[in-house]
């Protein structure tokens, strides 16, 4: 397995309660991993880390390590402002900002200092083409993001993620709110988008994992149950709450 | 039991319908006295002679307030001048950069600073900024500037209170999109907090230009009363608040009827500027 994301004995905690107790997971180069758990896993706790969103919550401690290409990047020398330029993120709630399609995908790469007309509208088209939504909204480029539709809304913010051109993107439930149809265009996307990007896949939904991951982890009360490569997590599971949590027993 | 239970309801209701009804009916009932005090006078000299009138000289049948509206609409802009990029750098500290224990202390104290008497304003006005302008800028001291600088201090909690609450009321989510996307923290303040709050931020400008406009005893403290428009920031001015509170006392006849024509103008002024500050809190929420 060819490593992009090496997590070692990675512990978390909030308000002194475990929320991550001691996670090590390698996580494969341009293919999708799946986290799955049940809600408290530590499945999004473990996203947010990685992407160093969870610098924002008040009273967390961190101990261990997360190297992306070898750089520890919990190390206080990282710039985190850099690193989310590199680990793209895309929520559950698809948030657009309150402006244009256009200017909502362009936001990124002007705050890199990218303000050359032709280069934005390059990296616009090209985003929206591979986030699948370029053909439904080609024409109406400076319509307000909020009059797209939630599936629309979501892949915009695929979009605008890709336009960041990052190495790694991580999806937070990314279908939670959908309907199956939007569901599949973004499946489609990201099956597409897997050649270029490491991606890892937050979700509730074990099918949706089965059906577009490569490998996939089960965390269950902040701990890593399981974890391989998805058609053995889904066929043949070595743990009984792996299995119990595939067949919809819990959770 | 269930019909007595009921009579109580009614009862209650209607009582607090009433007391709810009054505040309509004060403002109705002020509005009413001050114009039927004051109408008599336009109607005897004429609304141009006293809105565009230069000459203030009750007794000798001259009502022109213009100056006086001129002042007043000058302090109010130059108390915005100090108070509005002041007031919302303190908001945006407030909400996006202090620690919580420091929004504990600061809160409080802002409150505080609006709960002081404007007569003390107008007496820390008198013994420092009035010798401070005298000594650096020239001039008596009693000033255009004197009044802006206390004036922009006095409009500073309205300005903080309600641009952080706009502030705050911005979805958690908005600033997430904005970090994920690689911005740093002023990139996000600046690109998409503050224009996503613009409409409170701009109500909270209009309401503290209100009470700039509507102060009164720590503006005759420090604004030395002159019946001029002011050349400069160092000249000496008399708001239309002034005129009424000075004068008010030993007015009679046509002079009284004057002052009362003056409270007319600053009372559509001043509900004009609610209105649009109204209106703008109005679109926010929508």
């Known amino acids: 397995m060819d490593i992009k994301i090496k997590v070692k004995n990675l512990r978390v905690f909030f308000h002194k309660q475990e929320a991550l107790k001691g996670i090590t997971i390698n996580v494969a180069r341009n293919m999708i991993t799946g986290f799955m758990g049940p809600a408290g896993s530590g499945k999004s706790t473990l996203i947010s880390t990685i992407n160093r969103m969870i610098d924002f919550e008040d009273n967390i401690k961190i101990e261990g390590n997360i190297y992306i290409d070898d750089v520890d990047i919990l190390d206080g020398s990282i710039n985190p402002v850099s690193l989310r330029r590199q680990v793209g993120t895309v929520f559950a709630v698809p948030i657009p900002l309150q402006r244009s399609i256009f200017e909502n995908i362009a936001y990124g790469p002007r705050l890199k200092g990218i303000n050359d007309k032709a280069e934005l509208h390059r990296i616009v088209a090209d985003s929206l083409k591979k986030a699948f939504l370029w053909d439904e909204v080609k024409d109406r480029l400076d319509i307000s993001a909020n009059k797209l539709s939630g599936g629309q809304q979501q892949r915009l913010c695929l979009a605008r993620t890709l336009a960041l051109k990052p190495e790694i993107i991580l999806l937070d439930e990314p279908c939670s709110g959908l309907d199956p149809i939007s569901t599949a265009k973004i499946e489609e996307a990201l099956n597409e988008l897997k050649r270029e990007y490491t991606i890892i896949l937050v979700s509730n939904n074990t099918k949706q994992i089965a059906r577009i991951t490569d490998y996939s982890a089960f965390f269950y009360l902040g701990e890593l149950i399981e974890y391989g490569t998805t058609e053995k997590i889904f066929t043949n599971p070595t743990q009984k709450k792996t299995e119990d949590y595939i067949s919809g027993k819990f959770g | 039991m269930n019909e007595k239970a009921s009579l109580k309801e009614r009862v209650v209701k209607t009582v607090l319908t009433i007391f709810a009804l009054s505040s309509l009916l004060f403002l109705f009932l002020i509005f009413i006295f001050i114009l039927i005090e004051g109408s008599p006078l336009f109607l005897k000299v004429g609304l141009k002679n006293i809105i565009f009138g230069f000459k203030w000289a009750p007794t000798k049948g001259s009502f022109g307030i213009f100056p006086m509206i001129i002042s007043s609409f000058l302090v109010t802009f130059g108390a915005l001048i100090i108070g509005a990029p002041l007031g919302l750098s303190c908001a945006i500290y407030l909400s996006e950069y202090s620690g919580k224990r420091l929004k504990m202390i600061l809160k409080p104290a802002l409150e505080l600073l609006a709960g ?171």
């Open chain 2, 116 to 286: 002081i008497p404007s007569v003390v304003y107008g007496f820390l006005g008198v013994i420092y900024i009035v010798p401070l302008v005298r000594n650096y800028l020239g001039g008596s001291g009693f000033s255009l500037i004197s009044t802006s600088i206390i004036l922009g201090i006095m409009i500073l909690p309205t300005i903080i209170s309600i641009s952080f609450d706009s502030i705050m009321s911005v979805p958690k989510t908005y600033r997430e999109g904005s970090y994920a996307m690689g911005a740093t923290k002023w990139q996000t303040i600046y690109k998409i907090v503050v224009p996503s709050a613009r409409s409170g931020i701009l109500a909270s400008f209009i309401l503290g230009m209100g009470r700039a406009i509507g102060e009164t005893m720590a503006v005759i403290m420090i604004a030395g009363n002159a019946l001029k428009i002011p050349m400069s920031l160092t000249d000496p001015l008399r708001t239309l608040t002034g005129n009424i509170a000075l004068e008010l006392a030993y007015a009679t006849g046509d002079h009284r009827l004057g002052l009362f024509s003056t409270g007319i103008v600053l009372l559509v002024i001043i509900m004009a500027l609610n209105y649009i500050a109204n209106f703008g809190i109005k679109r926010r929420s929508q």
